[in-house]
């Protein structure tokens, strides 16, 4: 695996962005999390950063064909890494991929196995499919030690989100590709991933700049009380 380039560029980077939440004000009050509709809302003129980040994130599933420099990706793994872990036990292996062989190829796969399962293959008849990651330039790929640790994987997959959305860059994380890669039909490009053994794929995160600006998805505050 290369490692990564500009490591004192890319540290101080993932420090300022992350510092920033450590900063932010944590003696919010309930008048700062009313609820309009069902959501929850958050002043969306705030002037802190890393909240705007949060409230602003969409999924995204449509992408410009630009690739993601590869200077901005090690920032965004870097940020990735720095999430919080169990004992700090890291129990993850992440791997990027951003060569159109691999994509192409491993979609071309998908693509010959659609015939056999009614969701994919309304998947590949979309008349803008280009491949298995919403067409995205480059995919995450995270796997969890010894099939533990998808929590902990889950809080580095969502700093990975959150440090693209700072970036201009969108993501989505995705399950079909998960179901597929560890099919027998895919075990020559799951093995080109090189986990190490006893570490199970968890997630795919698509990253590419985005192509759509998806408005945000109502959120229930009902499910959210305090409990006196």
């Known amino acids: 695996m290369k490692t990564f380039k500009h490591y004192a560029s890319c540290l101080f980077a993932a420090t300022l962005f992350f510092t920033g939440c450590q900063n932010s004000n944590g003696t919010g009050t309930t008048d700062q999390a009313t609820t309009a509709t069902d959501s929850l809302t ?3 003129d705030t002037d802190n950063p890393v ?18 420099p590869r200077e901005k990706m090690d920032i965004i793994l870097r940020c990735g890494i720095n999430a919080p872990s169990a004992m700090n036990g890291q129990p993850w292996e992440v791997r990027v991929v951003d060569n159109t062989e691999f994509i192409d190829g491993i979609t071309k796969v998908f693509v010959e196995s659609a015939k056999d399962d009614e969701r994919m293959l309304k998947m590949v008849q979309d008349p803008e499919f280009k491949n298995m990651f919403r067409n995205a330039p480059a995919v995450i790929f995270v796997a969890g030690k010894d099939g533990e640790g998808k929590f902990d994987c889950g809080l580095l997959s969502e700093n990975i989100m959150l440090a693209a959305h700072a970036m201009g860059l969108g993501t989505c994380c995705l399950g079909s590709p998960i179901r597929f890669m560890k099919s027998d039909v895919a075990a020559d490009y799951m093995k080109r991933l090189d ?10 995160i ?6 759509e600006s998806p ?3 109502p959120r229930d505050a009902s499910k959210v009380r305090y409990v006196e």
């Open 51 to 68: 909240l705007r980040t949060i409230m602003e994130r969409r999924s995204i599933r449509k992408y410009k064909t630009d690739p993601v």
């Open 42 to 44: 958050v002043d969306k």
């Open 195 to 204: 986990f190490s053994e006893g570490y199970e794929l968890f997630y795919a």
């Open 215 to 217: 408005e945000a998805k």
């Open 206 to 211: 698509a990253i590419g700049y985005p192509d």
